[in-house]
């Protein structure tokens, strides 16, 4: 049964830590998205990626968030300085080739920043 | 732009009640549109898709049809369990990119 991995599952951290979320996408998906979940915002793309290459980031604040795919079997998400605010839980996402397939999600990174 | 909109939970029910959760979207073209789950602490997971007009997807007893005449594809489901509380997003896809635009989900509640 494939899935999304997501590590960790679980970070907690001080104000100006730098934080990295990893990803593994389905193997054979090429497409990777990043979401930011909230109880004030809901659910927030961060970022997209097909074939590793940056498609849409527009959603992420540019300033302190980044967002690489090194190769096609992991992608990162990186927070540096992180903020209370950032306090979230961010969730990975994969797609497989064909018009009309979805997404397949991870179960998250929940992410406090103290 | 392409968006949905959903009705705004939480929606309470008992075991055993009928379920309907609206959703609406406003899209050019022919969208495919989704319903995804997120059950406490899990991210979300495809419930059921549609990709045309008239189309009725289903799964786990859940049930909705695309309604292209009226924008909207509500969720059903004939008798609901306490299983079922979790958060439920209607979503659209108007692209080949996998891209989707989500809703504002909507929480449900089964009491037993």
């Known amino acids: 049964d494939a899935r999304v991995t997501q590590t960790p599952r679980h970070k907690v951290t001080e104000m100006g830590q730098e934080v990295t979320m990893r990803c593994q996408p389905i193997l054979g998906h090429n497409t990777v998205f990043w979401y930011r979940q909230t109880m004030m915002q809901g659910l927030e793309l961060l970022a997209y990626f097909r074939n590793r290459a940056p498609l849409d980031d527009s959603g992420m604040p540019k300033d302190r968030f980044s967002a690489e795919m090194p190769d096609a079997t992991l992608a990162t998400l990186k927070i540096q300085p992180s903020e209370p605010r950032d306090s979230a839980v961010y969730f990975c996402?994969?797609?497989?080739?064909?018009?009309?397939?979805?997404?397949?999600f991870g179960p998250g990174t929940r992410l406090t920043v103290l | 732009g392409d968006s949905v909109t959903q009705m705004e939970g939480p929606v309470t029910l008992s075991e055993e009640a009928f379920l309907t959760i609206n959703c609406t979207y406003t899209a050019t073209g022919y969208p495919s549109l989704f319903w995804y789950v997120q059950y406490p602490g899990e991210g979300l997971q495809l419930l059921l898709k549609a990709t045309k007009a008239d189309d009725k997807g289903s799964n786990k007893g859940f049930e909705a049809t695309y309604r292209k005449e009226t924008t909207s594809f509500h969720l059903e489901k004939g008798s609901v369990q306490v299983s079922d509380s979790a958060v439920y997003f209607c979503?659209?896809?108007?692209?080949?990119?996998?891209?989707?635009?989500f809703g504002g989900g909507t929480r449900l509640m089964v009491k037993p």
């Open positions: 979503a659209l896809s108007n692209n080949a990119g996998n891209m989707l635009t």
């Open positions: 996402a994969s797609g497989s080739p064909g018009p009309l397939d979805t997404q397949y």
